[in-house]
C-alpha cells in the first residue's frame, strides 16, 4: 500500500476486475476523470479475454482472424519476444488457454476441466504490424504478464496532462509514483497483516505479483508456466522495479522463473522474490530493506 499525499486528494474506483487508487496534489477534475475511464474502458475492450465483445475473444473464437491492432499491440507484444527469450519460452501471450483449461476462464468458473497442457508456440500462430494482430488458428491471447503495468503507466500519461505535482496510480499490485517518493511495504503472501520489506518508490514504478492472489481449487492459481501450462512452485511472490509500470509488471512475471533475475540486470531494474519455502533473494543494490 501507498502511503496517501501530504496535501492532495484520491480518487478510488474499481476497473478490470480490481480496485485503483489515483493520489494527486491537486483533486482531478472531472474531464481527467472521464479521460481516465474512456481509456480503462478502451483498453479492457481490446485486451480483455473475460469480454465477449473484446478484440482478443473474437480472435480466442474463431470470429476472425485479423482484428485491427490496437495502439499497445507492439509495445507490449515487443517486451513479450523478450520475456520469451529471457525465460526460455516460460512466458508467452498465447498461455489463456492454458489458464482456462484449469478453471480461470473467461466465466470465472474456477473448475479444472482437464490436466496442464502447454501454451502453443505463439510465434508460430500470432503475427503484428502497425495494422493488424493476426492469428493462424484460434488462440486466446492473454497479456496479464504485463498488461496492467502498461494500463497503468497509460493512466499516469493521462492524469498528469490535467494536474501538475506530484501523483501516484495504485491499481492493487501495480504503482506508478512520480513526484514525491513513496515508502511502500513488501506484502508477505501467506500473511497479507505482515510486509517482508520496504521500499522507497521514486519516479518509478513497483510492480507485485503472488500465487496467492486469483488462486483457487487445490494449489492452482494464475501464474503459469506456458512451457507446461502448469502453476509455478518455486517462489510464491516477486517485486520489481522499473522505470515503468509495464517493464516492472512484465519483470515481475519474469522472476517466476530462471531468466528473470538476468533480464532484471539488463534493464538494470531492482527486484525481490520469495520462494516458497519463505527464502527470500533480492538484487544487488536493492535500496530497500528486508526484514529478517
Not at 51 to 64: I, N, Q, W
Not at 140 to 156: E, S, Y
Not at 165 to 178: E, N, P, Q, T
Request: glycine share 8%; with cysteine.
Amino acid at each position: 500500500m501507498s502511503t496517501p499525499l501530504a496535501t492532495g486528494s484520491i480518487w478510488t474506483f474499481d476497473a478490470i476486475g480490481t480496485s485503483w487508487a489515483i493520489e494527486t496534489a491537486h483533486p482531478l477534475p472531472s474531464v481527467a476523470r472521464d479521460a481516465v475511464s474512456t481509456l480503462i474502458e478502451r483498453f479492457d475492450r481490446e485486451w480483455s479475454r473475460f469480454r465477449d465483445d473484446s478484440l482478443v475473444s473474437s480472435l480466442a473464437e474463431g470470429r476472425t482472424a485479423s482484428v485491427l491492432a490496437p495502439r499497445d499491440a507492439d509495445a507490449m507484444f515487443s517486451l513479450y519476444r523478450e520475456l520469451d527469450a529471457a525465460t526460455s519460452g516460460a512466458v508467452n501471450p498465447l498461455v489463456g488457454d492454458a489458464l482456462a483449461r484449469l478453471g480461470y476462464d473467461a466465466r470465472l468458473t474456477l473448475a479444472p476441466w482437464g490436466a496442464p497442457q502447454p501454451a502453443p508456440t505463439w510465434s508460430e500462430i500470432l503475427t503484428w504490424d502497425d495494422d493488424h494482430v493476426r492469428v493462424t488458428a484460434p488462440a486466446t491471447i492473454d497479456v496479464g504478464a504485463l498488461g496492467k503495468g502498461r494500463l497503468v503507466d497509460l493512466v499516469l500519461d493521462a492524469v498528469r496532462s490535467h494536474v501538475d505535482g506530484d501523483a501516484v496510480v495504485d491499481a492493487s499490485g501495480d504503482l506508478a509514483v512520480r513526484g514525491a517518493p513513496v515508502r511502500v511495504g513488501l506484502e508477505h503472501p501467506y500473511d497479507p497483516t505482515r510486509a517482508i520489506g520496504v521500499v522507497t518508490v521514486a519516479d518509478q514504478s513497483l510492480c507485485a505479483s503472488a500465487i496467492n492472489r486469483r488462486a483457487w481449487g487445490d494449489g492452482l492459481h494464475h501464474v503459469l508456466d506456458a512451457r507446461t501450462g502448469a502453476p509455478v512452485r518455486a517462489y510464491a511472490a516477486t517485486w520489481a522495479l522499473a522505470e515503468t509500470a509495464m517493464r516492472a509488471d512484465a519483470l515481475a512475471t519474469a522472476l517466476f522463473f530462471d531468466g528473470g533475475p538476468e533480464l532484471a540486470a539488463s534493464w538494470n531494474a531492482e527486484w525481490v522474490r520469495m520462494r516458497t519455502d519463505g527464502r527470500v533473494e533480492w538484487s544487488p543494490g536493492f535500496s530497500g530493506e528486508i526484514f529478517s
